[in-house]
């Protein structure tokens, strides 16, 4: 399939680390946020979610981490596994209806 | 439940020529999105549809892209004369209520050479 992402930024790690792939949003009044995973050749899939009102929200070995302050989201992947190679995006809703979609990193799992 | 379904899967048209695509989201999803993905880039947006009306098509360039949702169902997108900077995934999504998760299709890989 296609290849995405050819010159994003990249984060190469061995299978079985904690991967951490970060995002700094745009908007200040964005309150709402998601992380999606695109693999080649796929539209994007969601991941997790968070809220303004909250600073933290696990999933199944994803952790995501919100800093308003200095609009800062990260996306925390525990015991990383080479399925999880692909491109991460984040994304931010500023409360009405558009989802505004960062420029994504690369993960490289190593095996 | 059945995905965002989309063709096709590729094309490749020469500059000036038209092109279409067909997306046909999830069952009961009220909201549909056409991204636009340049690679080694993010989707952006170029228009969502709140069932068959235009909620945001201000990243449209309407002079030569039109997109319609018929019913509030299926929806097509239209390119007429391409560029070749329109190369690119075209990404159709949707989603149960606007700004929530969106569920996208695997896009159509345009090529306009």
């Known amino acids: 399939g296609e290849s995405v992402g050819l010159h994003l930024p990249t984060l190469s790690v061995q299978e079985g680390d904690n991967s951490i792939i970060n995002c700094a949003y745009s908007?200040?009044?964005?309150?709402?946020f998601i992380w999606y995973k695109q693999e080649s050749g796929k539209g994007p899939q969601f991941i997790i979610d968070i809220r303004s009102n909250m600073d933290k929200r696990q999933g199944q070995r994803v952790t995501v981490l919100l800093n308003k302050t200095v609009k800062h989201l990260s996306l925390q992947i525990a015991a990383t596994q080479p399925g999880d190679s692909a491109v991460y995006f984040c994304?931010?809703?500023?409360?009405?209806?558009?989802?505004?979609f960062g420029a994504g990193t690369r993960l490289f799992v190593k095996a | 439940e059945a995905g965002v379904a989309q063709s096709p899967r590729y094309k490749i048209i020469e500059k000036r020529q038209s092109v279409a695509f067909w997306c046909n989201p999830i069952s009961g999803h009220a909201t549909l999105y056409w991204y636009q993905q340049i690679l080694g880039q993010g989707p952006k947006l170029l228009i969502q549809f709140q069932n068959n009306g235009v909620v945001d098509d201000s990243q449209l360039p309407k002079d030569r892209f039109s997109a319609e949702r018929l019913k509030g169902v299926d929806s097509t997108l239209k390119i007429q004369p391409a560029k070749l900077e329109d190369s690119a995934v075209y990404l159709c999504?949707?989603?149960?209520?606007?700004?929530?998760?969106?569920?996208f299709g695997n896009g159509t890989r345009l090529t306009v050479t």
């Open positions: 994304a931010e809703n500023t409360g009405g209806f558009k989802t505004i």
């Open positions: 908007n200040s009044a964005s309150d709402y």
């Open positions: 999504a949707s989603s149960l209520v606007p700004g929530e998760a969106l569920h």
